[in-house]
């Protein structure tokens, strides 16, 4: 054996497995299957209380929607100029944060990445689930919650059809686009597990469930074969929509003759973000999940440390984007554009903007440390930031270029109302309800495919 190729053994050895602990395929069944075959009688008291607390939240969510239609969108704290605010602020960041599940599936499957299989399963579900709070609330900002079908591409009632031209009628397209197809994606996956638990559960309405769920799946070389062919048709349907879903969003403000909404950097600008913030939420579900469920093997430290390395570079993107902001907005020579950046640094909303800066830039930066980026303590930490900092960034773009109008006469600070942090509470007791059921009843790892990557030798040395 040669010297180099000795050194080239020695460091894939001390390069961590992708499944530890000499696991089989059975043990992956039994580690995964756990929960959703445990009788609810004997559900985790964790499971129990934070159930108790998502539903709780999503309750007042329901009645705070009701009361909004019922009373109107006056109960903001919407005003002239700031028309628009919390509510398209939280569109933007769930429809962000839906973007690493399509990432993570179907990117990274096309590119052969193995790590995926691990994590793949929860950035799927948060999606789904990210995607339904974010389509609520272009829904109900409307106002007139009874002509909201003016989204749809059908007449109205005085015989014409929405206009084409708006960019919220985009975002209905795109991401009802994106949902319908992460959706598919999910389910297909699915199939094989769904049809694990089917012949694994003892009570005859989940075995019905899982039976009329899993398609008649038995394993069989034609269903295995189709089954590739359809999660590959849809995970390379999939790969477009990562590009295109959030720069449609990010068309929302680019078409807009305003300054601080009007440029071209807009959509790579979002899209990055959006996988910053997708991952990041991926980050604060997976791991105290992976400790609950007992799952560290399976989901490893190497898989972490990858996803914090997409977090700083995405982080690093985000950075340089709101550099060049600054730079075109010099470089235009449009003193609206230079005031409405000086504004968000300086105004009287800086507070925000630096909060903003403070946690998608300067935190990430602490994953060039490779004892951080493998801290799980750390990770997690760091994960709630990164989500705190979008939020803040979307709050930024959108108050920031809208309180303080061409004309002084016309400036007003915009403040929320007790409503605004309602709905967004709210909001996040949807998607935990989702979320927490799917933990409960689902397969949280893609068995079949975790089971793919042992058979074929890639959980060593990935």
Known sequence: MHRGDLVLDEDLVKREDLIRGGLGYHDITEKVCKMAETPFLETHKGWLVGFALAASTLTMFVLAIGYLIWEGIGIWGNTSPTFWAWDIVNF???????HAGTLISAILFLFRQKWRTSINRYAEAMTIFAVICALIFPGIHVG???????????????????????????????VGTYFTVSLLFWYVGLVPDLATLRDRVKNKAAKLLYGLFSLGWRG???????????????????????????????????????????????????????????????????????????????????????????????????????????????????????????NRAFGPYAWAYWTMVTCNVITPQLFWFKKLRTSITVSFILSIFVNIGMWFERFVIIVTSLNRDFLPSSWHYFTPRIWEPIFLIGSFGLFFTFFLLFVRYLPVIAMAEIKGVIANGDDHHA
């Open 220 to 342: 069989s070389m034609r269903h295995w074969v189709h089954y590739e062919r359809a999660y590959l048709l849809l995970a390379a349907l999939s790969t477009p929509l990562v590009l295109s879903v959030h720069s449609v969003v990010s068309f929302d403000f680019a078409t807009a003759q305003l300054p601080g909404w009007h440029t071209t950097i807009f959509p790579p600008y979002f899209v990055a973000g959006a996988i910053f913030s997708g991952f990041a939420m991926v980050q604060t579900l997976m791991l105290p999940a992976r400790l609950w469920l007992g799952l560290k093997d399976i989901v490893t430290i190497k898989h972490i440390e990858n996803m914090n390395k997409i977090i700083l570079v995405t982080g690093s993107m985000v950075g340089y984007a709101y550099g060049i902001e600054f730079f075109m907005a010099w470089y235009s020579g449009n003193e609206y554009e230079s005031f409405t950046f000086i």
């Open 92 to 98: 933007v960041f769930w429809v962000g944060i839906g």
């Open 144 to 174: 007139r919650i009874w002509v909201v079908y003016f989204f749809f591409p059908i007449p109205n009632q005085m015989d014409m059809w929405p206009n084409f031209r708006s960019p919220l009628l985009w975002d209905l397209f795109a």
